[in-house]
């Protein structure tokens, strides 16, 4: 099947377990498992929603969602490889505040084009993004440590330079850039949808795909074995700023001015949906397409409890017990399924022990 | 002489133990009594740390009996162990390096009363089993303050505070200075005439003739002699550790060329190397042997990168020298290390073999960093034929493969792309005979395509069968050097303690 030599044992027919098949590696890896979960969560919440309201299954609250959970998606599939090579960014919502002030202080205060205003506030992203990277990996400061100081840093100068308040003497068109669609989809989703694609090419197709798990599942290794551990982790950590640069450029266009207290909680947002699509907190393992799936299943479950006309504080409690419940169970879950692997492996071994000693 | 009787503390009779097929214990007989002190000896892999990993709790045998104290017993943890009275000091200090010398004595044994410590009536007790060990140390230091010899008799302290009736020491004086192993040693003689079974274990033979009482030594995981120890020479105890006859050990003809691959020069490091140099040829295998903490793996590490160095030399014909080096650049140079320690050095247990073999050499199948995962898919399952790995498939997880199959998944990493140099570090430990074979197989394939290799082994057999040329080191400096036909297994291990004539 595959070339690999095999052993005697192997051919014993009680050694035909799932292992061998490539659908049984592909469900045996635990982010697989989570997904599969993680897309029956999504269903049924769908399914429910869509008898227990009317509009949820309305083109126009189905674009109303995909546009809400495009700014925290963008940045998700940045901060899922952050995560994954055992790292963590705090700081994306605040990067959010500092790309809208930086692009609408531009465009306001300095009369540049759009465009090239829009350019500059992902960019200041990609600044702290550089600065958090330098920090982490080149002063080896603790990843939490640094990203919740550059979050109250960002936070500080987006409102410093904004004044306190949202910047005034921005032109109409600064909102066109979320407002507006290509074909019938708004650009928010447009851009989302080709960063999630990128990203997962990424993740699956190159080197720096590889890199990335390598470093977080063992970093000794990764280092012996030759990886760029630290240049692996500097892209990582620039890419997830200017994402979030891009994300803060998206929701401040939206509300058509920069807000320095725009995107406040947006980093809990974000590792919430990362973390509800099966990114391990201890890195090594994570899927893109598992975030989005979990950024997915915040925004409906938001969407639905609005259409339900729950209060936000409930939804703050249900969203909270939600992660808390899907993580949970997933903890069980995997344990009782690497037990039972486990034993199963355990018996193999002795059986082949014993073919051995014939 | 040592049949069981009233006064033996400990009888180990029979012991077994395999660890994913690798047998470590094959019939391991041990006999402590009151008031002895013990040596436990052997080459390194002989089974002396499963043996004290059994007394731990710490490891379950697969058969054979312990009785201790009069009774048959069966350790499920280390928790059943110590409440028997039994104590192991590792040789890396268990204290806690932030806690007090107060704190540290008493962890695990706190006297509460209502979760309040009761804190007084301890540091009492705390003062005089110290002061018993002749120590005068104030109490409120912190353990990371200590000196390593005061670190072991606060451990000393703690075992006796716990009523202890046999106390295990690994390695106890691997850290230590002379004076310190001489108050250790006064220690241990008070000890063992209050009444308390001792089990020494040391690489330093001279050192343990004279403090202990008896001896037994294990090879290959079985006793092969107990004797009494002021009636035994070092030779003697050498002869019972080697003990083999050599003729079975694979043997190779040279491949060494002219060229000069690397060239080492008075290499001193942080991590205890002192002016170790040697030059190593293409297609030349130098053995490097050592006991634990003669500067084995720190040369590895230097030698590849992984390390800084502090003065000295490395030069290979392809790679940076000096601060510049790096593991990144050595691996782009053609150099590969083969680690000590495969699952926390080696291995990515989350994924596949592919993954892990193909992780040393990127650009064999990136183009632009894209991978071409058909190419990629070929050149694993063509390493995967050559080093025989045998597995269900290429994208199975390695933590699932036995102890050999994941050498050779780390093996083949860098052999796909041709080493200029291959830095082995204890290749076979805690691989099955089969794979052993296979492994020094595939090392005279290398050297026969002109690979040089630096094979550092704490296995004597391995280093003189394998290799052209052997250095020793001892204490981080070359002790002395041998082409592998002129040395014999003593004269290597005499060396190897310092000994050398």
Partial sequence: MTGLERTAADVVPARRSSIGSGLGIWFARPTSKTLVMNLGILIALSVWLSFATSQFTTSQNITNVLGQVSFIGISACLVTPVMVAGGLDLSVGSIIAVAGVTAAKFVADAHWPLGWAFLMGALAGGVIGALNAFLIVGMKINPVITTLGTMYIGRGLANVVAGGSPVTGVPFSFNDLATSDVGPIPVPVVIFAVIALVMIFVERKTILGRWTVASGGNQEAARLSGIPINRTRVTLYILSGLAAGVAGILLNSRIATGDPNSGTGFEFDVIVAVVLGGTAITGGQGKIIGSIVGVLIVGVLNNGLNLLGVSTFYQYIVQGGVLIFAVGVDEVFRHTWGNILRRQRFERRSQRQAHGSN | MDTASGTDLLVIDELTKSYDGVQALRGANLVVGRGEIHALLGENGAGKSTLIKTLAGAVRPDSGTITFDGAAVEFGSRAD?????????????????????????????????????????????????????????????????????????????????????????????????????????????????????????????????????????????????????????????????????????????????????????????????????????????????????????????????????????????????????????????????????????????????????????????????????????????????????????????????????????????????????????????????????????????????????????????????????????????????????????????????????
């Avoid at chain 2, 050498?407 to 691989?431: A, C, E, F, H, Y």
Wanted: glycine residues 10%.
């Fill in chain 2, 81 to 501: 162990s110590m409440n028997r009275g039994i104590s192991v000091i590792f040789q890396h200090a268990n204290l806690v390096p932030q806690l007090t010398v107060a704190e540290n004595v008493v962890l695990g044994n706190e006297q509460r009363l209502f979760g309040y410590l009761r804190d007084g009536r301890q540091r009492e007790a705390t003062h005089e089993v110290l002061a018993r060990l002749g120590m005068r140390i104030d109490l409120n230091r912190t353990a990371a303050s200590l000196r390593a010899g005061e670190r072991q008799l606060v451990e000393i302290a703690r075992a006796l505070l716990q009523e202890t009736k046999l106390l295990i020491l690994d390695e106890p004086t691997a850290s230590l200075g002379t004076e310190e192993v001489e108050h250790l040693h006064q220690v241990l003689l008070e000890l063992r005439d209050s009444g308390i079974g001792i089990i020494y274990v040391s690489h330093r033979l001279e050192e343990v003739l004279s403090v202990s009482d008896r001896l037994t030594v294990l090879r290959d995981g079985r006793t092969v002699g107990t004797r009494i120890a002021a009636e035994t020479s070092t030779a003697d105890v050498i002869q019972l550790m080697i003990g083999r006859d050599a003729s079975h050990v694979f043997r190779k003809t040279s491949d060494a060329r002219e060229e000069v691959v690397l060239r080492v020069r008075d290499l001193t490091t942080p991590t205890g190397l002192q002016g170790v140099g040697f030059d190593l040829h293409a297609g030349e295998i130098l053995g490097v042997y050592g006991l634990l903490g003669s500067g084995r793996t720190e040369l590895a590490r230097a030698v590849y990168g992984a390390d800084p160095i502090g003065s000295g030399l490395i030069e290979t014909p392809t790679a940076p020298t000096g601060r510049k080096r790096n593991p990144y650049r050595a691996a782009r140079a053609g150099i590969g290390l083969v680690p000590e320690e495969r699952t926390t050095q080696a291995m990515f247990p989350l994924l596949s073999i592919t993954d892990n073999m193909s992780s040393g050499r990127p650009w064999l199948y990136t183009r632009w960093g894209v991978i071409r995962n058909r190419r990629r898919r070929h050149l694993v399952e063509e390493m995967a034929r050559r080093v025989r790995l045998k597995a269900a498939s290429a994208g199975q997880s390695i933590a699932a493969l036995s102890g050999g199959n994941q050498q050779k998944v780390v093996l083949g990493r860098w052999m796909l792309g041709n080493s200029r140099l291959l830095i082995l570090d204890d290749p076979t430990v805690g691989v099955d005979i089969g794979a052993k074979e296979e492994i020094y197989r595939l090392i005279s394939e290398l050297t026969a395509d002109g690979t040089a290799v630096l094979l550092l082994s704490s296995e004597v057999p391995e280093v003189l069968g394998l290799s052209d040329r052997v250095i020793v080191l001892f204490h981080g400096a070359v002790a002395a050097t041998y082409t592998s036909d002129d040395v014999s297994e003593q004269a290597l291990l005499r060396a190897a303690h310092g000994e050398a004539a």
